[in-house]
Nanobody
Framework: QVQLVESGGGLVQAGDSLRLSCAAS????????LGWFRQAPGKEREFVGA????????RYADAVKGRFTISRDIAKNTVTLQMNSLKPEDTAVYYC?????????????????WGQGTQVTVSS
């Protein structure tokens, strides 16, 4: 069992930066993938990016590539989503999720554990 808690959401202006954190507890994350997803009202939950806890490798959705960066702090069991050059279309509830696999999937269905979400709002 893995418990996940997101934090760091808020209201920012277009072009600003924001950092989200996901704190994990319950078990070690070795051989897990930690993913970030987002969901706007009326839209499906979409993949943002993910990191392999074992290897530190990352992958990103095309919509955020070059603007968002995912990193991990092994000692703290924490994953960070650094968001730069934010756009209004980035507005959504952001979720972190854990998948007991080595390599990241873009599908929400394969992730077993989810945080409660944190709201990110980007004004024009």
């Amino acid at each position: 069992q893995v418990q996940l808690v997101e934090s760091g959401g808020g209201l920012v202006q277009a072009g600003d930066s924001l950092r989200l954190s996901c704190a994990a507890s319950g078990r070690t994350l070795n051989n897990y993938v930690l993913g970030w997803f987002r969901q706007a009202p009326g839209k499906e939950r979409e993949f943002v990016g993910a990191i392999s806890w074992t290897y530190g490798t990352t992958r990103y959705a095309d919509a955020v590539k070059g603007r968002f960066t995912i990193s991990r702090d092994i000692a703290k069991n924490t994953v960070t989503l650094q968001m730069n050059s934010l756009k209004p279309e980035d507005t959504a509830v952001y979720y972190c999720a854990a998948d007991g696999r080595v390599y990241a999937s873009t599908s929400p269905a394969v992730y077993d554990y989810w945080g409660q979400g944190t709201q990110v709002t980007v004004s024009s």
